[in-house]
């Protein structure tokens, strides 16, 4: 195994550990940069650099803006004993079952397949691509749809009214202005 | 030559230029606005440099006390560490590059998309409502301006036979310069990149007649120095970007040595993009944000559309 793969794993499995014991969101945010990273690099260490790069591209350049932006916006100020509440045993339940059948679905599949260990072919962008428009056609056309619906309904919660402060113009308040 | 001699002159020669830029962009823009321009230290004003150096090191390098501290520390280094990293993808003359990747025009995309945490940190970090709004208009502008930027790259990458590595680039240019049948992808490509490093006229982040100083308005010493040295550094970078992509990179006539074509064609369009700052207005933000998504975005797919057909249509 590549010592390379080793360390970024750590580094994602760390980062990760630490976004989730955050209490100041956008230092949550970061740190999930950070491990979003750690994967990237695990991914072109095992020969994917195409699915590294846009791991950086999609996920930690645009996904988690979006994220950091936000909890920008809302200026998020939480009382640590509020905090506390929310944080409790009882809110653990369930992430923590759902977690525990990921984890063991992932190690039975690979005690069962060790093959994984093997892979050090290189994947390029152009397989991946002539793999999206053949054999994923129909996943990739359904996405598309799905983030057409997404666009959509964007627009429609984001239209706002249009004002007329004008007497002459008073009529024409029905009309709908797009930002 | 052995790969960290390579790393250690374009370290070099990259901070050098930036340096420069500082001097270079004050003259031009003094020449452009009919003005002297820093003609007082040291001959031609050259030692202007150094001496705006020395003070900025020795400033006081203030942390406000309302400010969040890690990541106020954090948020200049992220600007300098992702504009030099760039610069490892950049071909400067054959066999003179730090990686000849496959996937590095891709990896130039994920560094300035990356960029954009530095803005938009340092202006949460301060904790002041100006800089917030700086932070917040950079955050809306950059996300935005890549998504033109990775679209009007897509031309070039054809043309170069479905290749992202940048020498196929440069060499795929042998024939005619890819500025000629990808135009609309170069103009494009070109106001993303000067929206990307918010340069005026978009420097719609800093914009100090509404607030301040935008978001670095809380830095100061050092800290404020690596905002500013790396502007430059990313002005160089995007010019260095656009000779590799739209004009040949180091190809020229061969009476010279294809590093000198490289650095003549990057310093034209680093003084292109001084001479932007010194004759446009700054646009308003929604009239900028509204010409983006209106504009560039239709043009630059319709641009892919056809580039894609006629090389179809060719074969």
């Known amino acids: 195994m590549d010592i390379l793969f080793i360390v970024s794993s750590i580094v994602a499995v760390i980062a990760s550990a630490m976004a989730i014991t955050r209490r100041n969101a956008v230092h949550a945010l970061l740190f999930l940069i950070v491990s979003l990273m750690g994967v990237s690099m695990m991914m072109y260490t095992i020969g994917a650099p195409y699915a590294a790069i846009l791991e950086i591209i999609v996920y930690a350049g645009a996904i988690m803006m979006l994220f950091v932006f936000t909890v920008m916006m809302l200026n998020l100020s939480v009382s640590p004993e509020d905090e506390k509440r929310k944080t409790g045993f009882k809110t653990w339940i369930f992430p923590l079952i759902l977690g525990a059948v990921l984890l063991s679905i992932m190690a039975i599949s690979f005690l069962r397949d060790p093959s994984w260990e093997g892979l050090h072919q290189v994947i390029l962008p152009k397989h991946v691509g002539r793999l999206m428009f053949s054999h994923y056609l129909l996943p990739v056309e359904l996405a598309g749809v799905l983030l057409l619906a997404a666009i959509v309904g964007a627009y429609y919660l984001g239209r706002t009214r249009k004002r007329n402060l004008h007497r002459y113009l008073q009529n024409q308040e029905d009309s709908y202005d797009t930002l | 030559m052995a790969i960290g001699f390579i790393i250690a002159i374009v370290l070099l020669m990259v901070i050098t230029i930036a340096a420069a830029n500082i001097y270079i962009e004050r003259r031009l823009l003094s020449l452009w606005q009919d003005r002297r321009g820093p003609n007082r230290a040291g001959p031609w004003g050259i030692l202007q440099v150094p001496a705006d150096m020395i003070k900025i090191f020795l400033k006081e390098d203030w942390i406000p006390p309302f400010a969040d501290r890690t990541v106020f520390v954090i948020a200049p280094t992220i600007v300098m560490i992702v504009t030099l990293l760039s610069f490892a993808i950049i071909p400067f003359a054959p066999g003179f590059m730090v990686v000849d990747s496959n996937i590095a025009l891709l990896f130039f995309l994920a560094n300035s998309s990356l960029g954009v945490y530095s803005v938009v940190l340092a202006g949460w970090a301060s904790n002041n409502k100006y800089s917030l709004i700086g932070a917040m208009r ?3 502008q950059m996300v935005s301006y890549e998504v033109f930027m990775g679209l009007s790259l897509m031309g070039v990458v054809m043309l170069a036979g479905g290749s992202f590595s940048m020498r196929e680039i440069v060499e795929s240019q042998k024939e005619m310069w ?35 100083a935008g978001f670095h308005t809380e830095y100061s010493g050092i800290k404020f120095g690596m905002f500013f040295v790396g502007e430059y550094i990313s002005i160089t970078l995007i010019s260095a970007t656009i000779v590799t992509l739209y004009f040949g990179g180091w190809l020229g006539p061969a009476f010279l040595p294809p590093f000198f074509w490289f650095m003549f064609k990057t310093f034209i369009f680093i003084a292109f993009i001084i001479l932007l700052r010194a004759s446009l207005p700054r646009p308003r933000y929604d009239q900028f944000m509204a010409v983006g998504w209106k504009i560039l975005l239709p043009i630059s797919l319709i641009n892919i559309l056809i580039t894609a057909a006629i090389l179809l249509y060719k074969g």
Request: no cysteine.
């Open chain 2, 138 to 140: 950079g955050a809306a």
């Open chain 2, 178 to 212: 890819n500025v000629i049948p990808q135009l609309p992808g170069f103009i494009i490509f070109l106001i993303a990149a000067v929206a990307e490093s918010h340069r005026a006229p978009f420097d719609l982040p800093e914009a100090e007649g509404e607030l301040v």
